[in-house]
């Protein structure tokens, strides 16, 4: 059940917008206290527009983690971008990620004039804090001028540590208006739990594949059957090329086996209970190249 909110109650979305890898996904799960976000050091790790609740006595800020903003080179990275694009208008406040261990560059600066062109308040949050180089006033210099011609608040904060993410918080909190509750309070994402379960399963072929098989995945969970002592997942792992489907399965079948074993124990902590994962492989040629297998695969533009 939703309850009524009490008075003076603030609620709205607030969309994390960025160049790939800046850390939007690792800031909404450190934001809400729990993963439902996939990270990684490869770029552009976010496909899908991935809701995440963050619920506090005064406030519900419902996050919305976009894919990272960059030049798309196949049907795939049209789609993202577009999404990306889409949620800088339905969102009640836009938080602009940007990179403390480097200068602004071309992609923020196509970002901010994007933003520049919106109605929608902006925040520029300025991440990696805890890596920025010692003196290094001219890479702050470079985000100042970005926020000061548009009057955008900046905050400084590090997702990794939490340094300043409680300001960050509260400054989210100022932006927004007296609302209801969208989500039941305990609520921590609006997405399936098979949704993240194929995210988790991905993650790990990113994390242990990494530059090999980059962004030719796409995850499709066939089955998930519980009972009392179990749930069984069996998902079928896309690939577009054959070459791609040698290096999954690895030799021997050791690297489909280490990539089950990470993601069993991420889905594990995600149901609260044991799982047993069967995964497939299957060769879909240019599957990002195609508006039917895209949609069919669960990637199509937002309303």
């Known amino acids: 059940m939703i309850p009524q909110a009490p008075p003076e109650f603030k609620s709205g979305f607030i969309g994390i917008i960025g160049r790939p890898n800046v850390g939007k996904s690792t800031l909404m799960n450190k934001l809400v206290g729990q993963k439902i976000a996939i990270t990684s050091p490869v770029a552009q790790t976010t496909r899908n527009r991935l809701r995440g609740i963050l619920t506090t006595p005064e406030a519900q800020l419902i996050f919305v983690d976009t894919p990272g903003i960059h030049k798309p080179h196949h049907q795939l990275g049209k789609v993202l971008v577009e999404n990306a694009k889409i949620a800088i208008e339905s969102v009640d406040v836009v938080l602009f990620v940007v990179d403390a261990t480097t200068h602004s560059g071309v992609g923020d600066r196509y970002i901010a004039d994007l933003l520049s062109r919106s109605q929608t308040p902006v925040i520029l949050g300025v991440n990696k804090i805890d890596q920025q180089p010692p003196n290094s006033p001219e890479i702050d210099r470079s985000y100042t001028e970005l926020a000061t011609p548009q009057q955008w608040h900046m905050v400084k904060f590090s997702a990794k540590t939490t340094a300043g993410l409680p300001e960050l918080q509260q400054l989210l909190i100022q932006h927004l208006e007296g609302g209801p509750y969208y989500y039941p309070p305990d609520l921590v994402t609006d997405q399936p739990e098979r949704f993240i379960m194929g995210e988790l399963i991905r993650e790990q072929i990113l994390l242990l594949t990494r530059e090999e098989v980059p962004h030719s995945v796409a995850i499709a969970i066939d089955l998930v059957e519980e009972t009392p002592t179990i749930t069984r997942v069996i998902a079928t792992i896309n690939v ?30 995600l149901i609260a209970g044991k799982v047993y994962l069967e995964l497939f492989v299957k060769v879909q040629p240019k599957w990002r190249h195609s508006r039917i297998r895209l949609a069919q695969l669960g ?5």
């Open 240 to 269: 577009e090329r054959d070459s791609q489907k040698g290096i999954i399965i690895g030799k021997g079948g050791t690297m489909l086996k280490a990539i089950g074993s990470a993601a069993r124990q991420q889905i594990q902590k």
């Open 299 to 303: 990637y199509r533009v937002e309303e």
